[in-house]
């Protein structure tokens, strides 16, 4: 069974602070990595892709993957009250389908 | 671009009805998905369509039926609701295997009395 963990939170952090949100997986073969947004009552938004080890950037979201630790990140930086949602982290072993965790309840408080 | 649309928003059943849960993308995609989301339970796949012409059995896919109508429309189906399937449902679509990016529809939330 592939599993997908996240600490459901709720991670507070004020505004304009760094919002660090981690997820592991359990299945070593794992090879793509997204990082969704969902806000109360909405659908999951992608924010950002990952596919090979290191960091990559994409305005105020950087995502970091260490294949080896089977650990993925989502660093948000100058967090703003429009970012309070929760965040799911999803993986694929490269087959049909993709594994979620259960999400991060983050809020930014001004 | 429309992206992932879902019929209908909201939906309530009495124990026992049928009904069909409609999807559609314009995003010219191969592989389409059909996931329930509950508290607690974050999302789970209930079928997948990984091209046009077939379908596999995701995490749940009891008292569930899907139909690949064609490349754009992927169908969800309840044949006897039951209370246990009162959940969100959301409908996504991907450019080829889930190795690719999934985009999702803004979900069907439904309630079974």
């Known amino acids: 069974q592939k599993e997908v963990e996240q600490n459901s939170g709720p991670l507070s952090v004020p505004e304009g602070a760094i919002a660090s949100l981690n997820c592991t997986y359990s299945?070593?073969?794992?090879?793509?990595f997204f990082w969704y947004r969902q806000y109360s009552g909405k659908s999951p938004e992608l924010i950002m892709s990952i596919y090979s080890n290191g960091d990559k950037e994409d305005g105020r979201f950087t995502a970091q993957l260490n294949k080896a630790s089977q650990y993925v990140s989502l660093l948000i930086r100058d967090s703003q009250p429009s970012d309070s949602a929760t965040y799911l982290c999803a993986v694929s072993s490269g087959y049909s389908t993709l594994t979620f965790g259960k999400g991060t309840m983050l809020l930014v408080s001004p | 671009n429309a992206g992932v649309t879902q019929t209908p928003k909201f939906q309530v059943l009495k124990t026992g009805q049928s009904m069909t849960l409609q999807c559609a993308q314009d995003?010219?995609?191969?592989?389409m998905y059909w996931y329930r989301q509950d508290p607690g339970m974050g999302l789970r796949l209930i079928y997948y369509?990984?091209?046009?012409?077939?379908?596999d059995k995701g995490e749940v896919p009891n008292g569930y039926n899907v139909s690949r109508l064609n490349k754009r429309e992927f169908s969800l189906r309840l044949e006897s609701a039951a209370p246990s399937q009162t959940s969100v449902y959301f409908c996504a679509s991907s450019e080829a295997s889930a190795s690719y990016e999934q985009y999702f529809g803004p979900g069907t939330r439904l309630t079974v009395t």
């Open positions: 299945d070593r073969g794992s090879q793509s």
């Open positions: 995003m010219n995609h191969n592989s």
């Open positions: 369509s990984a091209s046009e012409g077939t379908t």
